[in-house]
């Protein structure tokens, strides 16, 4: 997301080999928020750490081996506050559906980038489009929907797309 492989791969594609735009920020010193540190949200913590970046972590239980490693827990409210890149790295229960929703993204930093590779009913998709079209998400990294099973792992091209929020959602740059 960052350093915009999506749209630099378009570009090559179309014999573009311009870098205007592809940019990202660096990340060193920047705070990243982890939600969810079982395996792989504990391999993502230690990376983000030898990006030198702070990370935040929250989970119900905590791994004490990152505790170690200097990997700060804290509490969702701090990591909401705090972070510059929040990513999901959770399970889907009842208590974490939807949770990321409209009042957690307004504890959010302006302009924070926003990763769920864990599952998608973890994020209000609604919330999401209502904080990218503010700017209060500045980036987000998906590769789950909350409505995933009507479009995932089908071939729907040459088709129109039905669900009008996956239509938005792709729409944003």
Known sequence: INR??????NR??????????????????KTVGIIGTG???AVFCR???ALGTEVLAYDIYKNEQLEA?????????ELFTKS?????????????????????????????MLINT???KLIDTHAI???LRAKKIGALGIDVYEQEEKVFFRDISGTILEDERLQLLTSFP
């Open 4 to 9: 915009k492989i999506h749209k630099a791969y």
């Open 12 to 29: 090559v594609r179309e014999q573009n080999f311009s870098l205007n735009g592809l940019l990202g920020t660096n990340i060193y010193k």
């Open 39 to 41: 395996n792989i949200g």
């Open 47 to 49: 990376m983000m750490k």
């Open 69 to 77: 490693e200097g990997i700060r827990y804290v509490e969702l409210e």
């Open 84 to 112: 510059d890149i929040i990513s999901l790295h959770c399970p889907l229960t009842p208590d974490t559906m939807h949770l990321i929703n409209e009042d957690t993204i307004s504890k959010m930093k302006d302009g924070v």
């Open 118 to 120: 864990s599952r998608g």
């Open 129 to 131: 489009i209502q904080g």
